[in-house]
C-alpha cells in the first residue's frame, strides 16, 4: 500500500498540479473514441498501450476479456456497452486480448481452476473457444502455440457475442459503429489485428486506418 499511496501523492503534486487546466475540461463531460474491452491483467494498461489521454477511451476489463452473450448474465459488462454504444456514442469498439492469458490457460486446462467456481462458471462464455480449439487444432500439441491460438480465436467469439448485444447490432446495422479484434503482445509491444480479407492476425498498421476517428469500419 505504501507504494499506491506514494504514486497518489505524487501524481497530485507533480502531474495534475502541471494538467489542472485538462482536467477541469474533462468535468464537462467525456467523447470517448472508442470502448476498449480487453483483460483484467495486470500486465494491459489500455492508456499506455494506445498512448491516450483519460476521456479519450472508455474501457471494459473482464477475465479473458470475455462478453457475455447478451441476456445471459444481468451485469455490468452489458450496461457498459449500452452506455457506450447509446450514450457515449462511441464509433468503435475494439476486443483486445492478450499474450500470456491466464484465463485463456484455465480454459485449456481446467484443473487450473478448479478451486476457483466462480472463475469456471465465467470461463463457460468462452466454451466455444475451447471447442475451436479442440476441434480445429487438434494436431496442434505445442503449449505455448495452443494458448496463442486459444487467445486470437477467443478475441473472434467474444466479438460474435459481442454482436448479440441489441445497441451494437442496431448502431452496426446503421454503418456508425465499427467492430475490431486486437491481441497484445506485451513481451514485444506488437499488436495485431485480424484482417477478415485473410482469415488472419496481422500487424495493426496494416489493418486499421492511422487515425480511429475515420468511418468505421466492420469484421464480417
Known amino acids: 500500500m505504501d507504494k499506491l499511496v506514494g504514486g ?4 497530485k503534486k507533480e502531474y495534475f498540479s502541471e494538467h489542472q487546466e485538462f482536467f477541469a475540461e ?9 470502448l476498449f474491452i480487453t483483460c483484467s491483467d495486470s500486465r494491459i494498461d489500455p492508456n499506455v498501450l494506445t498512448q491516450t489521454e483519460p ?20 451485469g455490468g459488462e452489458a450496461a457498459t456497452i449500452e452506455y457506450a454504444v447509446c ?3 462511441v464509433r468503435h469498439i475494439i ?10 490457460a484455465g480454459l485449456l486446462h481446467p484443473d487450473m481452476t478448479e478451486t476457483m467456481p466462480a472463475v469456471q462458471s465465467y470461463l463457460e462464455y468462452a466454451a466455444a473457444t ?10 496442434v500439441t505445442d503449449e505455448a502455440r495452443r494458448l496463442n491460438l486459444a487467445v486470437e ?17 442496431a448502431a452496426v446495422g446503421r454503418g456508425v459503429l465499427g467492430l475490431h479484434a486486437w491481441v497484445y503482445k506485451f513481451e514485444t509491444g506488437d499488436v495485431t489485428a485480424f484482417n477478415p480479407t485473410t482469415g488472419q492476425f496481422l500487424p495493426v498498421e496494416q489493418v486499421e486506418d492511422d487515425n480511429i476517428d475515420k ?6
Do not use: W
Open 8 to 11: 497518489i501523492q505524487k501524481y
Open 26 to 34: 474533462l468535468v464537462k463531460g467525456q467523447t470517448p473514441r472508442a
Open 55 to 74: 476521456g479519450e477511451i472508455f474501457t471494459q476489463r473482464t477475465a479473458g476479456n470475455i462478453v457475455p452473450p447478451y441476456g445471459s448474465v444481468r
Open 87 to 89: 450514450a457515449l456514442k
Open 95 to 104: 476486443i483486445c486480448g492478450h499474450s500470456h492469458c491466464g484465463a485463456m
Open 130 to 139: 475451447s471447442r475451436i480449439l479442440n476441434e480445429n487444432y487438434a494436431d
Open 153 to 169: 480465436e477467443n478475441v473472434l467469439v467474444q466479438l460474435e457475442n459481442l454482436r448479440t448485444h441489441p445497441s451494437v447490432a
Open 215 to 220: 468511418p468505421p469500419r466492420v469484421i464480417d
